[in-house]
Nanobody, 121 residues
């Protein structure tokens, strides 16, 4: 059984910063890519940032230069540092990861429960 648990969401004023964390726990052999998605109110879920390996990263155009994704492999944890936040960044933020578990020797996608980020103007 694998669990991903996000933390760090909350309410912040425009221009402020937040740091999200997502820790994976359980019987884990290996983690491939780790990702952050978000779902704004009334909209579809969208990919925000992804990190593969130690430092290969990609970002949605809307967050480039403002958000930084990083990971600590020893802790099975991915972070999202969000700076210069805008009201349009308001959303539920989800982490996901491609994880290999014992007995199923292929990578599968696992998701966290989400954390709310609200940016006030």
């Amino acid at each position: 059984q694998v669990h991903l648990v996000e933390s760090g969401g909350g309410l912040v004023q425009a221009g402020g910063s937040l740091r999200l964390s997502c820790a994976a726990s359980g019987s884990i052999i290996s983690i491939d890519s780790m990702n952050w998605y978000r779902q704004p109110p009334g909209k579809q879920r969208e990919l925000v940032a992804t990190i593969a390996g130690a430092s290969s990263t990609n970002y949605a155009d809307s967050v480039k230069g403002r958000f930084i994704i990083s990971r600590d492999n020893a802790k099975n944890t991915v972070y999202l540092q969000m700076n210069s936040l805008k009201p349009d960044d308001t959303a539920v933020y989800y982490c996901s990861a491609r994880i290999m578990v014992p007995g199923i020797f292929v990578f599968q996608d696992y998701w966290g429960q989400g954390t709310q980020v609200t940016v006030s103007s």
